[in-house]
């Protein structure tokens, strides 16, 4: 009998920093409405800097990383072992069940931290760790192979060991037409501000209609189908250690496979319209959503219209923002980085974007529909701009954090 599957298993979840509680209500929410019953009746609580799940099973495990989208990663933790001097460290790993959660060929990635204790040495503690795997025939990756990543924690006299299940970070989804895209937003980080708006204004769920301004790579629109419309990241087919793992049989394979194509054909897929004034940005977005199209056909999901438009957003006809009669989605992440030329007044541009959202706003009100949508502000100075121009809106504003910056998420609608 696998231990894995047999027995109640703890995971860790982590997703972009200040967005806990998203992670949290996700998981939540995946607990509820399961693919596969859970038998053990797992429990959740937010630790610090992670989501902590407890008497999680092992298809939990496994929808969390194959559903999840506000998550960066799923890992698997054992127990905390007792170690007093690093004579015990070789005796300790070995009571590790490596042989139900390892394939005997699979690379690994191993990362180390210690802490004052029994083994205070970070340099030392992963040699012996590396030599312990070597002389089980393990090995590091290739280039582009897929691994599995071990984490390893010394401190005072414990060790603790986490296995990731998506080995690659599961922010990157597999929809993007090429690795190393001038992409600025993570696409877990823009999912937990998309369900973080829903959760303070329900007219989200009932969305007809997306558009992204400064569209860039189009994170905000495609990761709206995920977060909010029932689109699971798992149709986008990147391979994760978790497939790989307890010796999946293929029918155990297929099966997971024919579960997220139902769940894909299931979603409620709104219409996007995507807007982005730079050209070579323009070009990878295009490309983008090709791939989109292509893998979402080949499973069979009805894909809605996806309209790409090089433009200036201040320049375009309000109706291609909000269309009549119709709730409209308006994720905004303006380029105060990339794609923005030195000598540009940003402070200036957010101020202007905040004037025309009031626009937009009394557009869609005038024609019987509505507005609801964000926008991240990285400093308090572009924050006080962008709130200059919303009048008479329902405004809310919290924090993440994206690259060590502090960014305000403003949150708005119509009343």
């Excluded at 959660?101 to 802490?115: H, K, M, N, Q, Y």
């Excluded at 250690?241 to 709104?270: D, F, I, Y």
């Excluded at 202007?352 to 949508?373: C, F, I, M, N, Y």
Aim: glycine fraction near 8%.
């Amino acid at each position: 009998m696998n231990p894995l599957t047999a027995r109640p298993l703890t995971l860790e979840l982590y997703g972009a920093p200040g967005a806990l509680g998203e992670v949290a209500l996700e998981a939540r929410s995946i607990i509820q409405k399961p693919w596969k019953p859970h038998k053990f009746g797992a429990t959740i609580e937010v630790a610090r800097g992670f989501v902590r799940v407890r008497r999680a099973s092992w298809d939990l495990a496994c929808e969390l990383a194959s559903r999840g989208t506000t998550m960066h990663d799923v890992r698997l933790a054992f127990p905390a072992l007792v170690v007093n001097d690093w004579s015990d460290l070789p005796f300790v790993l070995s009571s590790l069940p490596w042989e139900a959660v390892l394939g005997s060929d699979e690379p690994l990635e191993i990362r180390t931290e210690a802490f004052p204790g029994a083994m205070p040495h970070g340099g030392r503690l992963r040699l012996e760790i590396e030599d312990f795997f070597d002389a089980r025939g393990f090995r590091a990756p290739d280039d582009d192979e897929p691994f599995t990543r071990l984490e390893f924690t010394a401190a005072d006299n414990h060790l603790r060991v986490r296995v990731s299940l998506g080995a690659d970070a599961l922010h990157k989804r597999g929809w993007r037409a090429r690795t190393g895209t001038l992409a600025t937003l993570r696409e877990d980080l823009a999912a937990a501000a998309l369900l973080r708006l829903a959760t303070l204004e329900p007219r989200v769920r009932a969305v007809q209609h997306i558009a992204v301004p400064f569209a860039g790579s189009g994170t905000l629109g495609i990761e709206a189908w995920q977060a909010l419309y029932g689109l699971p990241p798992a149709i986008w087919g990147t391979e994760r250690s978790m497939q790989r793992q307890v010796h999946p049989t293929p029918e155990s394979l297929e099966w997971w496979r024919k579960r997220t194509v139902t769940a894909a054909q299931a979603a409620k897929l709104p219409p996007i319209t995507f807007i982005e004034r730079d050209a070579r940005q323009t070009r990878e977005l295009e490309a983008n959503v090709s791939k989109v199209r292509s893998v979402l056909g080949a499973a069979g999901v009805t894909v809605p219209e996806i309209t790409v438009q090089q433009a200036d957003a201040f320049d375009v006809p309000d109706e291609l923002i909000v269309p009549p009669g119709v709730v409209t989605l308006l994720p905004l992440h303006p380029p105060y980085g990339l794609r923005l030329a030195r000598d540009s007044d940003v402070e200036a541009l957010y101020a202007r974007l905040g004037q025309t959202v009031q626009r937009w706003a009394e557009t869609a009100d005038a024609s019987g529909g509505a507005l609801v949508g964000f926008c991240l502000c990285p400093s308090e100075e572009l924050w006080r701009a962008f709130m200059g121009g919303l009048e008479g809106m329902n405004v809310d504003t919290s924090h993440v954090s994206q690259g060590g910056l502090d960014v305000r998420l403003i949150a708005f609608s119509t009343p």
